[in-house]
């Protein structure tokens, strides 16, 4: 089965910055879209950022300018560069990938996140 691991979360004073990591493991033909989504207490889910496999990427409003999502296509990773961070960052970040795991689908993977707390 296909695993998603997050890593780089963490407690940040205001204006730091924090670089989240999603590693998957198993049996990967391929991954298309990857994304980081997060989810504050008593909030929905919301998307922070996503990149496809050609390397096209999308930022939440609140995002843009300040993070930056990438990957490692070798290393079957992404990352999120947040900068100039903010209390209301704050929130349990979660990744997911699209993963061709056999030689007909692809599957919506999700990871068990991690937090990320900004202090003021």
């Known amino acids: 089965q296909v695993q998603l691991v997050e890593s780089g979360g963490g407690l940040v004073q205001a204006g730091g910055s924090l670089r989240l990591s999603c590693a998957a493991s198993?049996?990967?033909?391929?991954?298309?879209?990857m994304g980081w989504y997060r989810q504050a207490p008593g909030e929905v889910r919301e998307l922070v950022a996503t990149?496809?496999?050609?390397?096209?990427?999308n930022y939440a409003d609140s995002a843009k300018g300040r993070f930056t999502i990438s990957r490692d296509n070798a290393k079957n990773t992404v990352y999120l560069q947040m900068n100039s961070l903010k209390p209301e960052d704050t929130a349990v970040y979660y990744c997911?990938?699209?993963?061709?795991?056999?030689?007909?689908?692809?599957?919506?993977?999700w990871g068990q996140g991690t937090q990320v707390t900004v202090s003021s």
């Open positions: 997911n990938a699209n993963v061709r795991s056999t030689r007909l689908t692809y599957n919506s993977t």
């Open positions: 198993g049996i990967i033909f391929g991954i298309n879209t």
């Open positions: 990149i496809t496999s050609g390397y096209s990427t």
